[in-house]
C-alpha cells in the first residue's frame, strides 16, 4: 500500500533562517509527489510537484524540492524563510486509479512556525 | 481567473438539522472531489465525481451525500449533521491530470 510520512509535526524556525521539512513515501508504482501549503482557514494550495524529469523541482514561494527514489524522500527546502511562511505544509503522493480520476495520499501534516 | 469557489465559507447548523456545501468552478474540470479535514489533521477524500459517475470511498459515512446537477456544481448533503462532523470541507477539481486544485474550504460548526 502507498503511504506518506512527514517525519516532523511542528517545525519551529527563525525569520530568515534555513529550513527543510521531511516527506518520506512508500509505493510500488511511479511516483508523483506533491507539496501544499494551508493558511489558517484557507484551502490547499500547490507549492511544487515532482512528476518525471529533474529531481530537483522549484515552487512557488522561494520553495524547492528534491526527489530521491533511493532514499524515497521528497524534503522540501526553502533557504531563507519569512514569517509569512506561517503554515500548515502537506506532503502528497498520487496514487493513479482507473477510470480517470488521481487519489491524493497525504502525510499527517508539518507546522511550519517561523519567529520574529 | 478560473478558480474553485466554495459558499458559504463558514456554515452553522444544529445537530440533526441537515445542511448543504456548495462548489463550483469555472475550471472545467471532469472531477471533482470533496475532502473533509478536521483540526490538525491531514484531508480525507469523501467522495468524488468523475463527470456524472459519483464514487464513495469505503469508509465515508451514509449520513453524507453529494449532487452534481452539471460539470461546474457539485454539492454536499450532511443528513443529519452531529458534533464529529464539525470540520472543514475542500472541494478540489481535477482534469483527469495530475494536479488538483483546492476552493478556500467551508468551515462547519455544529452546535
Known amino acids: 500500500a502507498q503511504s506518506v510520512t512527514q517525519l516532523d509535526s511542528q517545525v519551529p524556525v527563525f525569520e530568515e533562517a534555513p529550513v527543510e521539512l521531511r516527506c518520506n513515501y512508500s509505493?510500488?508504482?511511479?511516483?508523483?509527489l506533491f507539496w501544499y501549503v494551508q493558511y489558517p482557514n484557507q484551502g490547499l494550495q500547490l507549492l511544487l510537484k515532482?512528476?518525471?524529469?529533474?529531481?530537483l523541482v522549484k515552487g512557488i514561494n522561494g520553495f524547492e524540492a528534491e526527489f530521491n527514489k533511493s532514499q524515497t524522500s521528497f524534503h522540501l527546502r526553502k533557504p531563507s524563510v519569512h514569517i509569512s511562511d506561517t503554515a500548515e505544509y502537506f506532503c502528497?503522493?498520487?496514487?493513479?486509479?482507473?477510470?480517470?480520476?488521481?487519489?491524493?495520499?497525504f502525510g499527517a501534516g508539518t507546522r511550519l512556525a517561523v519567529h520574529p | 481567473d478560473a478558480m474553485v469557489i466554495q459558499n458559504p465559507r463558514y456554515q452553522v447548523t444544529q445537530f440533526g438539522k441537515p445542511v448543504t456545501l456548495s462548489c463550483s468552478q469555472t475550471?472545467?474540470?471532469?472531477?471533482m472531489y470533496w475532502y473533509q479535514q478536521k483540526s490538525s489533521q491531514a484531508p480525507k477524500l469523501l467522495f468524488h465525481?468523475?463527470?456524472?459517475?459519483?464514487?464513495n470511498e469505503a469508509d465515508t459515512p451514509d449520513n453524507f451525500q453529494s449532487r452534481r446537477p452539471n460539470t461546474s456544481f457539485c454539492f454536499l448533503d450532511i443528513r443529519s449533521p452531529g458534533l464529529g462532523d464539525a470540520a472543514m470541507y475542500l472541494c478540489?477539481?481535477?482534469?483527469?491530470?495530475?494536479?488538483?486544485?483546492f476552493g478556500p474550504g467551508t468551515r462547519l460548526t455544529v452546535t
Open positions: 515532482y512528476l518525471s524529469g529533474s529531481t
Open positions: 478540489a477539481t481535477s482534469d483527469r491530470g495530475y494536479e488538483q486544485y
Open positions: 475550471l472545467n474540470h471532469n472531477v
Open positions: 502528497a503522493l498520487l496514487d493513479l486509479r482507473s477510470g480517470g480520476y488521481n487519489k491524493l495520499i
Open positions: 465525481y468523475y463527470d456524472k459517475d459519483f464514487n
Open positions: 509505493s510500488s508504482v511511479s511516483v508523483y
